[in-house]
């Protein structure tokens, strides 16, 4: 098992994954390129990878594909006949979902998410198993605890969103004029700006100087979370990440989706996208103690499974 145990990853970072890599001491096999923002140029990256990833997998030889609903994965696994089992919390995204779902045999969905959600997209209600948990959970429980730094200022930590991606709404404009009214608010504070792309870096810098820190290396987003005092996202991975942990949350809401809904309705994430109520939920977050908010996040953490366990099931049960 051990021997052919390799993980397979396409990325729209290069840089990013293979130092997320080294520092969570993964052994990685990297496949291909992300196409970026325009439609040719996704189709002309997915259709390499696929190629580059067929060449792989006939050399490879698994006896089980898993993955997060990746359509290289689905197409190639389906191809050679491999059993696929994918992992998937994003109907939202409904380019990546028209082509994965109709050709996994197994489905495992956060129970939050109906499963109708994805029978449209052509798989069979049977094949969906559910656990009881948001996949950000895993992350936020398999986390080292770190002891906190002494320090004079707060910190304020802005995620900016997933531009390249087919479901976000693209307007980075909006998270820019947001993070300046920020800025200019808590110039007594860190604030901290997490980019995605290089582009991102490049723009932030010379758009807003030296009035913010933007975070250009990469970083374990779990450790960076727990020196954080209040979390600014989008509405992804990390905006769910920083809620279990029980930091004071807000989403501007660029990836609107079903994981967000169930932790605002559990009062742990605030949706928010004007800059100037942001900018007041802050303030009053930054001045509040957050115990009930602690105790919350602690509470609604401990009441979810461990996927992985629901995995071995479906794997032994074939």
């Excluded at 098992?1 to 990853?9: E, G, P, R, S, V």
């Excluded at 990746?70 to 696929?84: D, Q, W």
């Excluded at 109906?114 to 969906?128: A, D, L, M, Q, T």
């Excluded at 209040?230 to 004071?248: D, K, N, R, Y």
């Amino acid at each position: 098992m051990q021997k052919n145990n390799t993980i397979l990853c396409t990325s729209r970072d290069y840089r990013e994954v293979t130092q997320l890599a080294k520092l969570r001491k993964m052994r990685l096999s990297l496949i291909g390129r992300h196409g970026g923002q325009s439609k040719i140029g996704k189709l002309s990256a997915g259709l390499e990878r696929t190629s580059s990833l067929t060449r792989q997998i006939q050399k490879f030889q698994p006896d089980l594909t898993i993955s997060f609903c990746s359509p290289e994965a689905a197409r190639v696994s389906f191809g050679l006949g491999i059993r696929h089992v994918a992992f998937c919390d994003s109907p939202h995204a409904q380019a990546v979902m028209r082509l994965s779902i109709p050709l996994v045999q197994k489905l495992l969905i956060p129970w939050i998410i109906p499963k109708k959600e994805f029978v449209k997209y052509g798989i069979s209600e049977k094949n969906i198993i559910a656990y009881k948990a948001i996949d950000a959970s895993v992350i936020v429980k398999h986390g080292k605890a770190r002891k906190q730094k002494k320090r004079s200022k707060k910190n304020i930590l802005i995620r900016i969103e997933e531009s390249q991606a087919a479901y976000v709404k693209k307007n980075e404009n909006h998270i820019l004029g947001i993070t300046e009214k920020i800025a200019a608010r808590f110039s007594d504070a860190n604030v901290m700006v997490l980019p995605r792309y290089k582009s991102q870096i490049l723009r932030l810098r010379q758009i807003l100087g030296r009035s913010v820190t933007v975070l250009d290396k990469v970083v374990v987003g779990n450790a960076l979370l727990q020196n954080t005092d209040v979390f600014v996202g989008s509405g992804g991975t990390m905006t769910a990440e920083a809620a279990l942990l029980g930091i004071p949350t807000i989403s501007y809401n660029a990836v609107p989706n079903l994981v967000q809904d169930y932790l605002v309705r559990k009062r742990l994430v605030v949706l928010q996208s004007d800059p100037d109520k942001i900018v007041l939920t802050i303030d009053m977050m930054l001045h509040s103690d957050n115990k009930a908010l602690r105790k919350n996040a602690k509470k609604t953490l401990a009441s979810m499974e461990d996927p992985y366990k629901k995995l071995l099931q479906v794997i032994k049960r074939r």
